[in-house]
């Protein structure tokens, strides 16, 4: 994919694992068991199955925040990574550390992450755990701390919105909203994590001046690697994502009785304002870098087959590797979507009700990310098209991620499946990643 | 507009009105009073307020079918209706006719017509209670009788679908389907013709070998007169209707991580089929003969911001004065249809559910219609673009119809208004039309 963001590896020195480091390898097959062991809890949900809450029967996963089965793959993960010698901090929000030691237990713990489906999400919690055993089995002591993390409500399915402990970690929200935030049902995340007995007392201050660093792995979520045929990719930063609501009024008439050329029909308008922007990011020049634009949400009233549509509301989302792409699709879609409302006498809003600057990933870890990922024949780097926990973290330390292919792309539902030799080149690309950056902290604290 | 149905009155001998009914005229002044007098009740309903049936502070009308304001309405009627001359016939229904014995009593009674909003439906009973009125002042003994009908349930608001009661009385739907019909809150027509005491116990059953027939008065709901500036049309007929569902299944992903050329999404493949639709009707040759086409009903899933819309559902509305031209229009549609979803690939499917095939109204009573409305400056015949009462009454009776000027084209609309002297001339019509029919009948009763 073309990308305005710099090539973050470029210009660093080679980041060659020590020898001890370089014999370290994953196991696959243990990778892809601990995996399943980890959906042992949500296929059959302890919570009462309601219509918020139904039991799934098709492959995928029900692990709500904050419920029963929740509960107890956390007790699960805390009680695994214990084996590998870990110990434990649950902060204020219910995010679980879990904390092998390093050499010099001064320095914060370098980390890797996060919860979710089967695959999203969880599977760079299971490749986090992968390392901590090959850690462990061969008696290495790393020069830094490692740490497990598992934050707390990533999707934001029950507790809206998405990344929400991850985004109070990284000072987007306070712990009072965040403990506030309630689910359809009206309970509270704060006492449902006191429920199940995880609302951590001690706050996780994380403080750049310390130097940690986070690697997150994560499936694609999109079908590029599954097209290319390639089991991870070095991903360099997230795209540029605007949000927008789009209100257009028309006049309601009846359709029996309403001449075609003395209508204002909200719902044409909205059409042409669907394909208009569309066309802009197929046909306009930002189609080559990378720009998309996507209306996926529509309101339309009064909804009576007789009556002409006098109302009708569409979410717009625009992304690209670049803010100055995205404000460029912004542009064109509201010059061609007035030109549309202009020329069918419809009213619009356009409100831009969201900003999530383009964001680049630390150059070093990038860097360390290549190197691991090129010895697994993938040299490629990509920009996410999908915001991730790294999006908040990245605020308060060095950020990088690694993509694993998933298969046609499907994430967020039952379909959603990662092959086990591709969750392994994610665990491998991980491991290799991560010991290149103890390296480079141990060389770096040497020289100091 | 132009219309494949034949000039009903172009072959009718001249239907001259003779001496005594040529000097009768109708009262626009105590027409409107009488129109404003009806509005009485509805304003503020009598029945429990909620968010079912809200209280009305716009000016507009609700007086749901059956609730106590309908009751009031309905007294008030048949005492105001007594005051002329008439006795009065409630059918199991509910649907009233005041009727005024005429000279010859064994013949069925003329009609006119309906029930519904504060000039929608409700002004055709107000022109014939004008009708009554003249005739009582004038001491008129009709050769037929005459009779007022009252229509219960026409819009369908509370209890759907439309036009409920007329089509029991055409025989479109059972009394015990009828009766059985539901209002959200579950209340059934029957229990609530019951309750305000207008379930009446004797069938109304008409017959076409005693050749009544029905004038129906309606404001036009479309803009029509009001752009041509006229009080009055001749309406020789209804235009052809066909509803179909059209389901759209393409596929759900990551609006950031799908690339704008492997994406399957329905909302997009809508929007064209959209766009396509209203190419139809105003580009090709349908445009011409009146053509129309609408899709004012869409359902879309998952509504969420980024994710691409895997099922959409849309209403397609098709008109036109002939069949065949809605048929061409359907075959153009589907046609469309079918090229943007391959090109998109989307599954569609395709539902005609409800077809009203184009309606011819009785030529002689159009004839009528023509030569009183001609008399008034208004000689051009329309087709109907919405569907009335008329079109299940008159495969009992002979039908004839007169559209009113309405503002702005405007009706189902507390915004909906008529003017007094376009009112006056929508009774004037139906005075003069009813007179040369009742002169018909009285001499092609004396030829036999």
Redesign the interface.
């Known amino acids: 994919m073309a990308s305005s963001l710099a090539s973050a590896a470029s210009t660093l020195p080679s980041l060659q694992l020590s020898a001890k480091y370089s014999s370290l390898h994953i196991n696959a097959a243990r990778t892809n068991a601990t995996l399943q062991a980890a959906c042992t809890w949500g296929r059959s949900p302890a919570r009462p199955v309601t219509n918020l809450y139904p039991r799934t029967t098709d492959g995928g996963m029900n692990r709500l925040t904050c419920n029963d089965d929740d509960e107890s793959v956390r007790d699960w993960f805390i009680s695994e990574t214990q084996k590998y010698g870990c110990h434990h901090k649950v902060d204020e929000m219910g995010n679980i550390f879990a904390i092998r030691p390093g050499q010099n237990n001064n320095l914060p713990p370098i980390d890797t992450q996060p919860t979710g489906g089967k695959y999203d999400g969880i599977l760079g919690v299971i490749c986090g755990m992968e390392v901590l055993q090959v850690l462990h089995e061969n008696n290495i002591t790393t020069y830094a701390p490692v740490a497990v993390v598992n934050w707390t409500n990533e999707e934001g399915a029950r507790f809206p919105p998405a990344m929400l402990c991850s985004g109070v970690w990284g000072g987007e929200f306070s712990v009072n909203y965040a403990h506030g935030r309630q689910d359809p049902e009206g309970e509270s995340l704060g006492e449902e994590l006191k429920r199940i007995g995880y609302l951590g007392s001690t706050p996780w201050e994380p403080t750049k001046t310390q130097d940690p660093a986070h690697f997150e792995v994560h499936i ?5 690697l599954d ?1 290319a045929e390639k089991p991870v990719r070095i991903v360099k930063g997230v ?1 540029s ?1 605007r ?1 927008y609501n789009i209100s257009i009024t028309g006049r ?11 209508r204002s ?1 909200a ?2 308008g ?6 208009e922007t ?1 066309r802009i ?2 046909e306009n020049e930002v ?1 080559a870098r990378g720009g ?1 634009a ?5 309101n ?1 009233s009064p ?7 006098g109302k009708v509301s569409l ?3 625009i ?1 690209a590797p670049a803010d100055s792409d995205v404000e460029l699709i912004e542009q064109q879609c509201r010059s061609g979507f007035e030109k549309i409302c202009r020329s069918h006498g419809l009213q619009m809003t356009f409100d831009n009700f969201w900003i999530s600057p383009a964001l680049n990933f630390d150059a070093t870890m990038v860097g360390c990310v290549k190197q691991s990922a090129t010895e697994l024949g993938c040299d490629i780097e990509i920009v ?4 991730h926990n790294s999006v908040y973290t990245s605020r308060k330390v060095p950020m990088a991620m690694i993509f694993v292919r998933c298969r046609d ?5 039952p379909a959603e499946f990662s092959r086990e030799e591709d969750c392994a080149a994610g665990a491998q690309a991980l491991l290799g990643a991560y010991l290149r950056y103890d390296d480079y902290i141990r060389r770096s604290t040497a020289k100091i």
């Open positions: 694609e979520q999109g079908p590029i097209v795209q994502i949000w309601e008439s009846h359709t029996g009785t309403t001449p075609m050329d003395r029909d719902l044409l909205a059409a042409k304002i669907i394909v569309n990011v197929t189609a998309r996507t209306i996926a949400v529509i339309s909804q009576s087959i007789n009556t002409i549509a979410g717009l989302d992304r996410s098209g999908a915001g792309g499907v994430s967020h539902h």
